[in-house]
């Protein structure tokens, strides 16, 4: 799942199983949202009979919003194999309309025979949208010297999106990243394993390629140490400024405007995938908030820790759940300002 609010528009993606279509082909991504106290009936963003994965929605402040995934550009016969499902990915994009309660015609963005993926939406209005993804010509999931990979951006102007163009080309295989945009400038944040084809996160580092004024710069690297800077999610206040938070080595880390000299820790364990795979949300008013599973005296539950804007810390953690069951695969989002809402996946696993 995906979640993303508005001041009390709370608004959601996820997939589902579709068990009327063959086995290639069922998983569709779906939306629904909540009114404070119930979720609506889940509806297709575009039900196109070909699997969706990975759906992402940026929601505003009048109720609309815009969902991007990606999308199989053809049906899959059952015969299907990995390589055909990555070659035949494209990406994605439609509109919701709050006044009618419905998902407009999608657009595909891509049409072609490689691997598109990862897309990402950033922006403050819905006249001024930013959306990104990654693409491999040569249908490479991670990456390398060999097989680079392209990261590409359109943008939407409230009545059409411009022609896509390629932002820059990443020689290693990128992991995660992360869009910020507030209308005129816009930073794109990756960890990238700099030693492509190695089991070792110490080589993962963070780097940043940053558009002013409409101009997009070069790839410069944020870290460059021993220790693995993984997952980067970015937030921006109502000032403009950006808060970039991510797990370097094994401190769950935030940075305002990229200052790494000012970072400030939110939580320090021993370094894990379940600790790098976080989720960050803000809300309008400054507040901040981590979330990620972890082992407890169960399989797995949930722990969160806050940030408090006014004195400038984050504090100590807390944990959401506690049963027998294992959460993961979440997202979350603020519901106004002082209610934070997550939405996970729960599942019993065997002993």
Same mark, same amino acid.
């Given at each position: ?10 608004? $959601? &993606? ?14 569709? /991504? ?14 297709? +963003? ?38 055909? $499902? ?6 994605? &994009? *439609? ?10 015609? /999608? ?22 949208? @930013?959306?990104?993804?990654? %693409? ?30 390629? @932002? ?11 869009? *910020?945009?507030?209308?005129?400038? *816009?930073? +794109? &944040?990756?960890? &990238? ?7 070792? /996160? ?52 935030? $940075?305002?405007?990229?200052?790494? /000299? ?20 803000? %809300? %309008? ?5 981590? +979330? ?55 599942? $019993?696993?065997?002993?």
């Amino acid at each position: 799942p995906n979640c993303s609010s508005s001041g009390t528009n709370f608004y $959601m &993606v996820f997939l589902e199983d579709n068990t009327n279509r063959t086995s290639m082909n069922r998983t569709m /991504a779906m939306f629904s949202h909540y009114d404070g106290s119930m979720w609506s009936l889940p509806i297709a +963003l575009a039900d196109d009979g070909t699997a969706d994965f990975h759906p992402r929605i940026l929601t505003f402040a009048d109720g609309s919003a815009v969902a991007a995934w990606e999308n199989e550009g053809k049906l899959e016969p059952d015969t299907a194999a990995l390589s055909d $499902m990555v070659s035949n990915l494209e990406v994605s &994009v *439609a509109w919701y309309n709050p006044t009618a309660g419905i998902w407009l015609p /999608a657009r595909q963005m891509t049409t072609n025979s490689f691997l598109d993926r990862s897309p990402k939406l950033a922006g403050r209005s819905k006249t001024n949208v @930013l959306m990104t993804w990654i %693409s491999n010509p040569t249908n490479d999931t991670d990456g390398s010297a060999t097989a680079p990979n392209q990261i590409w951006s359109a943008k939407w102007n409230g009545t059409a999106w411009s022609a896509p163009q390629v @932002l820059a080309t990443v020689s290693n295989a990128l992991l995660k990243y992360d869009l *910020a945009y507030d209308g005129t400038n *816009a930073n +794109l &944040v990756m960890s &990238v394993d700099t030693v492509s084809g190695s089991t070792n /996160a110490n080589g993962h580092e963070l780097f940043r390629l940053a558009c002013q004024n409409g101009s997009w710069g070069t790839l410069t690297e944020l870290t460059s140490d021993q220790v693995p800077d993984d997952n980067p999610q970015m937030i921006l206040d109502s000032a403009g400024n950006v808060t970039l938070a991510w797990l370097k080595g094994n401190e769950l880390s935030s $940075m305002v405007n990229f200052n790494l /000299a000012n970072r400030k820790v939110a939580r320090t364990n021993e370094y894990s995938s379940n600790l790098a795979d976080f989720t960050l949300a803000g %809300s %309008s008013d400054g507040k901040m908030a981590f +979330l990620w599973a972890e082992p407890s005296e169960n399989n797995s539950d949930l722990y969160s820790v806050f940030y408090d804007p006014i004195f400038g810390v984050w504090g100590m953690p807390r944990q959401w759940t506690h049963d027998p069951q294992a959460e993961y695969g979440k997202t979350m989002a603020f519901y106004g300002t002082n209610e934070l809402i997550a939405v996970y996946n729960r599942t $019993m696993i065997s002993s």
